[in-house]
């Protein structure tokens, strides 16, 4: 079967047709009026067919709105589009399809799929199209309108199996980090389903997103792990490089000499200090500002001091 592509119609300003067909009417008036006076019925066969003439041509008058196309077919065959807001005339017998170029919005149903872990998750999206090729969208699928939410929830189930929700490697993208991505993939899917029906795909957004209910608690849990691990991580971090600094000061400055023992205690009970997060965990480890204080006079004094825990 040949693709049928979109053309531009042949037509006539509908106010120049409407002027003539008004003279035709006038002129079938006229002979009527003279049969009428004269008694001459043999006019009558210029009258009628002049009227008929007149009468079917009256069909062929449409008005086509902005953001808006027709289709002409005539017996069964495509003879072009207009898409040229205003009052128009073409051939009375063909039909005059309305087939409107408005962007439009698809809002799909939360659907239940599984993401590239294999993790059944809830996702819904806004695909924002319009038609581009009117003769695509009325002869080359059944519904147009049909097959942009079919496909696109196809398309939606598709990309979703390419992503993970999250990303649990480090610089790989997920449905929740990476939105850009998702909605260029998405966009991409959606456009090469809906090539065949003459639709172009404007934008493609997740409007909904979220673990399935079965495993929404588990999933939050872990959530909430890799947070903690996360936070931690950054904690100890920042300990490290808060102790080295304090032993560089420390050296630097010549305020206390420490040996490798004294300075794997000082090291430990600094990170204690700065890593725990209640201060009884301090008072059990016997560490407190005031030590180092101490130690530090002691030292000055010459007397003995005692850096263990």
């Not at 042949?10 to 006229?30: D, E, P, S, T, Y």
């Not at 207009?82 to 439009?104: A, M």
């Not at 993790?119 to 695909?127: M, Q, S, T, Y």
């Amino acid at each position: 079967m040949d693709a049928i592509r979109e053309f531009q119609a042949k037509k006539v300003n509908g106010f120049l047709a409407l002027f003539i067909i008004v003279l035709l009417w006038a002129a079938a008036a006229w002979i009527l009026v003279d049969i009428i006076r004269n008694e001459e019925p043999v006019l009558l066969w210029v009258d009628i067919p002049l009227m008929i003439v007149a009468a079917l041509l009256l069909g062929g008058f449409y008005i086509v709105q902005p953001n808006e196309a027709r289709v002409l077919v005539f017996f069964g065959r495509y003879i072009g589009s207009v898409r040229e807001s205003g009052f128009w005339y073409s051939n009375p017998f063909t039909i005059k399809r309305h087939v409107s170029l408005r962007i439009r919005n698809f809002n799909s149903e939360r659907l239940k799929v599984n993401d590239l872990q294999g993790n059944p998750i809830e996702i819904a999206a806004v695909i924002v199209w319009r038609v581009v090729d009117s003769a695509k969208a009325l002869f080359d699928v059944e519904n147009y309108e049909g097959f942009v939410a079919i496909q696109s929830e196809t398309a939606i189930r598709a990309m979703t199996s390419h992503y993970p929700y999250d990303a649990h490697v480090e610089g790989q993208p997920s449905l929740r980090g990476n939105p850009g991505e998702v909605s260029d993939s998405l966009r991409g899917q959606v456009q090469a389903r809906l090539e065949v029906a003459g639709v172009e795909v404007q934008e493609a957004r997740i409007s909904h997103l979220a673990y399935a209910q079965e495993i929404a608690q588990a999933m939050l849990r872990r959530q909430q792990a890799e947070a903690i691990v996360a936070a931690r991580q950054k904690i100890v971090e920042g300990a490290v490089g808060m102790v080295e600094s304090a032993l560089k000061m420390l050296s630097e400055q010549k305020i206390i000499e420490l040996d490798h023992e004294r300075k794997a205690t000082m090291i430990n009970n600094l990170l204690v200090a700065l890593v725990s997060e209640h201060e009884a965990v301090l008072r059990r480890n016997g560490f407190s500002f005031a030590w180092m204080a101490t130690s530090t006079r002691r030292w000055r004094s010459g007397r003995p001091t005692n850096c263990g825990v």
